[in-house]
T-cell receptor, first 113, second 110 residues
């Protein structure tokens, strides 16, 4: 079945760039997403990219998509302590005409002051 | 702003109890989802619904059922709660491309 994989932890220093990586298996995924979850909260959509794009930039966030390798990354420039959270990669896939979101395990980003 | 509201932030229930988790969205979205979140496992899809009275099993439906009698409300039911259903439950709704999540319900079964 469809699968989305991420590393579990990432630690960076404040002011550095963070890069969170994700791989997915469903080549028919039309949209790929990055969500952020702060402690005790639900998931907040950060950004998403359509599968025919290879890059999307939104302020400090840059999403890169390598469709051939089924690899998605999220780069956060000038990482701040407020960026500490769990980041989930997700892919939108279709099954029997209906669609569903497949999530990765989440990457816990820790920003060191 | 889209609002997805889950009825409880925290719940403690006893083994064998029937448990209802409620989710309401205010944006007339067709699609609604229930996930459970466990450390190291990410979000796993339990059930989803793409219309009133329609439901589809996700990846881990065993021990759960759902109800969607009205478009804005999607309920997750644990027929007989067990300790391995202790988890964070997240509801989401979507009009299509974007999914919007509720705050989550942390359920503990003792």
């Amino acid at each position: 079945g469809e699968d989305v994989e991420q590393s579990l932890f990432l630690s960076v220093r404040e002011g550095d760039s963070s890069v969170i990586n994700c791989t997915y298996t469903d080549s028919s995924s039309t949209y790929l997403y990055w969500y952020k979850q702060e402690p005790g909260a639900g998931l907040q959509l950060l950004t998403y990219i359509f599968s025919n794009m290879d890059m999307k930039q939104d302020q400090r966030l840059t999403v890169l998509l390598n469709k051939k390798d089924k690899h998605l990354s999220l780069r956060i420039a000038d990482t701040q302590t407020g960026d500490s959270a769990i980041y989930f990669c997700a892919a939108l896939g279709t099954t029997s005409g209906t669609y569903k979101y497949i999530f990765g395990t989440g990457t816990r980003l820790k920003v060191l002051a | 702003d889209v609002k997805v509201t889950q009825s409880s932030r925290y719940l403690v229930k006893r083994t064998g109890e029937k448990v209802f988790l409620e989710c309401v969205q205010d944006m007339d979205h067709e699609n609604m989802f229930w996930y459970r979140q466990d450390p190291g496992l990410g979000l796993r899809l339990i059930y989803f619904s793409y219309d009133v009275k329609m439901k589809e099993k996700g990846d881990i439906p065993e021990g759960y059922s759902v109800s969607r009698e009205k478009k804005e409300r999607f309920s997750l039911i644990l027929e007989s709660a067990s300790t391995n259903q202790t988890s964070m439950y997240l509801c989401a709704s979507s009009p299509g491309v974007e999914a919007f999540f509720g705050q989550g319900t942390r359920l503990t079964v003792v």
